[in-house]
């Protein structure tokens, strides 16, 4: 077994090669290039079903994430995601917020909480940290005021807390108007940097 660290990007957005899923690889690159062993799940991918608020997964307690009933690709995709050292979790800004399918995801990774009946919210079950992330949106409103007049931001580090991971940094690319994909050069200098500071370089 190869004792390389791993990255895995996760992508939510709807376009492959859009541009989510550009800057998500922008990262992985530089943390291939030095010495990251690099996996890419695109949610689109993959079955996964609403969470029907049956609440069984938040009943048990433990630090050990509860059981879906649900028959999809959820358990797969989480212990594939548990096997990573460091997260680049990508989703679009879409109405204001994460996508729909990213939001489908991080309902399901409700798993992660402890919810008995009875009681107003969850817990998170494991309070300890081990791995760190990166998060990447994208908007057609200049940056500033798609990160902070949406709740992309909130939504992002509400899924890298349930995975385990703490954000490092984030890579925001604004005013998305064109139909060709280009990251700009500080984009790719930002990607860089960051997945440095993620490796602790
Ligand atoms: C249905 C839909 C809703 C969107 N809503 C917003 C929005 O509320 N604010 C915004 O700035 N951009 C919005 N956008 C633009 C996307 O955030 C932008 O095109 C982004 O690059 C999409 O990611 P992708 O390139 O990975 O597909 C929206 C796009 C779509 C298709």
Redesign the pocket.
């Known amino acids: 077994m190869s004792d390389k660290k791993i990255a895995i990007g996760i992508v939510g957005?709807?376009?492959k090669q859009?541009?989510?899923?550009t800057a998500v690889s922008e990262v992985l690159s530089a943390l291939q290039n030095l010495g990251v062993e690099i996996k890419k799940i695109y949610l689109l991918d993959y079955n996964i079903e609403f969470c029907t608020n049956c609440r069984t997964c938040l009943q048990p307690p433990g630090v050990t994430r509860g059981k879906c009933i649900l028959k999809d690709d959820m358990e797969d995709m989480l212990q594939s995601i548990d096997s990573a050292d460091y997260l680049i979790i990508g989703a679009?800004?879409?109405?204001?917020y994460v996508n729909a399918l990213t939001q489908r995801f991080i309902e399901r990774c409700v798993c992660f909480g402890y919810w008995p009946w009875g009681t107003a919210a969850p817990v998170l079950r494991n309070k300890i940290i081990k791995k760190r992330s990166i998060l990447v949106s994208?908007?057609?409103?200049p940056v500033l005021i798609?990160k902070y007049f949406?709740g992309t931001m909130k939504a992002l580090k509400t899924l890298s807390k349930y995975l385990g991971a703490q954000p490092i940094g984030d890579i925001w690319v604004g005013s998305?108007t064109k139909k060709e994909?280009e990251l700009s050069n500080k984009i790719k200098e930002k990607a860089t940097t960051l997945a440095q500071k993620l490796i602790g370089k």
């Open positions: 957005s709807y376009r859009g541009v989510i899923d679009p800004t879409n109405a204001g994208a908007s057609a409103a798609g949406n998305v994909i």
